[in-house]
């Protein structure tokens, strides 16, 4: 496996947005479980809790929070892929992206790319995707792909740590990030789009999304009717 496409859920999926892209590339593509990474050690009850599943007041199920790794086995210019989504981890940072990295590197990962999404004062019909890079390739490859490089302080995601120790291994990473306006509910079916052209695009396979391209049309005639309405929504945009 020498790419991996990586998600996380929680602060860095803002509007559920990375866990939509990457179910739909789970639809688009033939995908099998690979692994289960156990993230004991790397929560706390604040952040997440366990998963029960009870029945005739007996507990059935319990699910702990983990990572979930699948291999995608298509007809990729560079052999398989490997695929991550679950919890962004709440402690042990360094820990934890150090972990990622040694797994990724065992299995002859060469390239990470991650996926964000954050809220911002963009509008819905604007299309913005930014990059953050640590190399002059992965630098041209943002501005092919009309990127904008990103500038910003502030709160970190996981994926600044992940970057961090992929640097010091030795592998190439980047991270993706969706820019959805902060008015706007649940995931934005066209910058998913967007977001599936890149990965297409990186990982040498077409990834048509027309299906998500016509669900926007439709949508985004209900949202200008809803901000139509919505006098407190004009003035903020004003």
Same mark, same amino acid.
């Given at each position: ?63 702990? @929070? ?22 962004? @981890? ?64 502030? @709160? ?30 649940? @995931? ?51």
């Amino acid at each position: 496996v020498r790419k991996a496409v990586l998600g996380f859920s929680g602060w860095p999926d803002a509007g559920k947005l990375i866990q939509f892209t990457l179910d739909r590339l789970k639809m688009m593509t033939s995908n099998q479980l690979a692994a289960n990474w156990d993230l004991d050690g790397f929560w706390h009850t604040e952040a997440v809790r366990p998963q029960i599943s009870a029945q005739h007041g007996q507990i059935r199920r319990m699910e702990w @929070p983990g990572y979930q790794f699948f291999l995608v086995n298509e007809d990729f210019s560079h052999g398989p892929v490997l695929l991550g989504e679950g919890l962004e @981890p709440s402690l042990a940072w360094r820990t934890f992206a150090r972990q990622l990295v040694e797994l990724l590197k065992g299995w002859g990962c060469e390239q990470i790319i991650l996926l964000g999404s954050m809220l911002d004062q963009v509008l819905h019909d604007e299309i913005i995707i930014s990059c953050v890079v640590q190399d002059s390739s992965s630098y041209n490859l943002a501005l092919e792909e009309g990127c904008q490089l990103i500038a910003y302080e502030g @709160p970190s995601a996981i994926h600044a740590a992940v970057m961090a120790e992929a640097k010091q291994a030795n592998i190439g990473c980047m991270s993706f990030w969706g820019h959805l306006p902060f008015y706007l509910n649940g @995931p934005h079916e066209l910058i998913a789009a967007r977001l599936l052209g890149i990965l297409g695009r990186m990982l040498g396979m077409e990834l048509a999304a027309e299906e998500l391209v016509t669900a926007w049309k439709e949508r985004e005639q209900q949202i200008q009717q809803i901000v139509g309405q919505d006098k407190g929504v004009q003035q903020t945009l004003e």
